[in-house]
């Protein structure tokens, strides 16, 4: 069975500055998709990133990027010029590519507080 | 694109009434949704996957008599809690994948927040 692991339930950063987040996972599968979401105070959950296991290529989706090693199945994501609105649980998922049903499996999240 | 509303946001029932969850996707056609339960301060825990036309598929420990979840069109989902106790108040979230969207990636309802006295 996929597990998804969050070290860090609390984390916190200066705005501006810039936070990672950490994430690893253990899994017997080749190919597969992570995913970072964020859920806020409002408790709708966003998708911040999405990264396919077979591109060796970090994604990036603007201030945000992540560290993708995928023999050391670690997935950090690093939001950089952190805003207020950054504020948030943040979710590790991980979910097998190829069957159209699969469920995501979620990391236990960081809450990320912004210092103004 | 990608849209998933639920209905209602917030619900209070008395203990041993029953409450019924919508969950749909307003832009798209999902032949699979997920429903979630997430406790304060903890992590979304699946529930069951919704398979429109067919049963859903329930997790290991999750009771289906008592959870029961209706896929009758490809754009609604249904998730009834029969017999609501003080232990099912929890916040309640659906999911739905967009075939058409490469990524696999799943939109999420906003949520409702179970209240039972």
């Known amino acids: 069975a996929q597990t998804v692991t969050q070290s860090q339930p609390e984390m916190s950063v200066q705005e501006a500055e810039t936070v990672t987040l950490s994430c690893t996972y253990d899994?017997?599968?080749?190919?597969?998709?992570l995913f970072w979401y964020k859920q806020p105070p409002s408790r709708q959950m966003i998708l911040v990133i999405r990264?396919?296991?077979?591109?060796?290529q970090n994604a990036t989706e603007n201030r945000f990027s992540v560290n993708f090693q995928k023999a050391a199945k670690s997935f950090s994501l690093k939001i950089s010029d952190s805003q207020l609105g950054d504020a948030a649980m943040y979710f590790c998922?991980?979910?097998?590519?190829?069957?159209?049903?699969?469920?995501?499996?979620f990391g236990t999240g960081t809450r990320l507080t912004i210092i103004p | 694109g990608a849209v998933v509303s639920q209905h209602p946001s917030w619900v209070i029932c008395k203990s041993g009434t029953s409450v019924k969850i919508e969950c749909r996707s307003l832009?798209?056609?999902?032949?699979?949704m997920f429903w979630y339960r997430q406790f304060p301060k903890q992590s979304l825990m699946l529930m069951a996957t919704?398979?429109?036309?067919?049963?859903?598929?329930?997790e290991q420990g999750v009771e289906k008599d008592k959870f029961l979840i209706n896929h009758a069109s490809l754009t609604l989902s249904t998730l009834t809690v029969t017999s609501a106790h003080p232990e099912d108040s929890s916040f309640y979230i659906c999911s739905a994948r967009d075939p058409n969207r490469a990524g696999y990636e799943q939109f999420f309802g906003p949520g409702t927040r179970l209240t039972v006295l």
């Open positions: 919704s398979n429109e036309g067919s049963k859903a598929t329930y």
């Open positions: 899994t017997s599968e080749s190919d597969y998709y």
């Open positions: 990264q396919e296991a077979y591109k060796q």
């Open positions: 998922a991980y979910r097998r590519r190829y069957f159209g049903n699969e469920k995501l499996t």
């Open positions: 832009d798209f056609q999902a032949t699979t």
